[in-house]
T-cell receptor, first 114, second 115 residues
Framework: DTGVSQNPRHKITKRGQNVTFRCDPI?????LYWYRQTLGQGPEFLTY????????KSRLLSDRFSAERPKGSFSTLEIQRTEQGDSAMYLC????????????FGPGTRLTVL | GDSVTQMEGPVTLSEEAFLTINCTYT??????LFWYVQYPGEGLQLLLK?????DKGSNKGFEATYRKETTSFHLEKGSVQVSDSAVYFC??????????????FGTGTRLTIIP
């Protein structure tokens, strides 16, 4: 069990640029979640996948954000036309659906938008 | 909507002191409750959980009891160590649409233990 991995760990970009983050879940986990954590706050839910299907999106996920999970394995989160308010830690978590299981978190990708 | 209110930090204690971090919640239905810990430079790790009323979760000397009547899940440890220094998050899980077991977190409590 190698755990959930995320890449890159840090990303610095200029306002208006596009960025993409990758999450590799624990191999047998069919559920995958993205959360966003800003400084001094707890993580907030962004979106949820079961296998390759994106089944729920938070209202926090504006049109500039898109997430995919092709083939139900790794996932990517893309932010287009980044804004300074997008600066945050982006966390990925995975879990099994049967039985209902604990979510295991990756180390996160810290995004800084200049 | 669902929410978690957590004791504000930072909290500073001496080694071997007794620890309590308060957590209360608001939720519809019957949530599961969790404490996650974030050590410096690391990701969130599950510390303990409880899935129904009166359950007690425990791990590494930490305990928390699911109290439905007071909607609380306070974290306690009898004797803290320097290695317990971290940020602690209380969270609840409710079943949303399509099997989404969404976690709702509190704001976190930073704990520092001094030798």
């Amino acid at each position: 069990d190698t755990g959930v991995s995320q890449n890159p760990r840090h990303k610095i970009t200029k306002r208006g640029q596009n960025v993409t983050f990758r999450c590799d879940p624990i191999s047998e986990h069919n559920r995958l979640y993205w959360y966003r954590q800003t400084l001094g706050q707890g993580p907030e839910f962004l979106t949820y996948f079961q296998n390759e299907a994106q089944l729920e999106k938070s209202r926090l996920l504006s049109d500039r954000f898109s997430a995919e999970r092709p083939k139900g394995s790794f996932s990517t989160l893309e932010i287009q036309r980044t804004e300074q308010g997008d600066s945050a830690m982006y966390l990925c978590a995975s879990s099994l659906s049967r039985p209902p299981d604990t979510q295991y978190f990756g180390p996160g990708t810290r995004l800084t938008v200049l | 909507g669902d929410s978690v209110t957590q004791m504000e930090g930072p909290v500073t204690l001496s080694e071997e002191a007794f620890l309590t971090i308060n957590c209360t919640y608001t939720a519809t239905g019957y949530p599961s409750l969790f404490w996650y810990v974030q050590y410096p430079g690391e990701g969130l790790q599950l510390l303990l959980k409880a899935t129904k009323a009166d359950d007690k979760g425990s791990n590494k000397g930490f305990e928390a009891t699911y109290r439905k009547e007071t909607t609380s899940f306070h974290l306690e440890k009898g004797s803290v160590q320097v290695s317990d220094s971290a940020v602690y998050f209380c969270a609840l899980m409710t079943l949303a649409n399509f099997g989404n077991e969404k976690l709702t977190f509190g704001t976190g409590t930073r704990l520092t233990i001094i030798p």
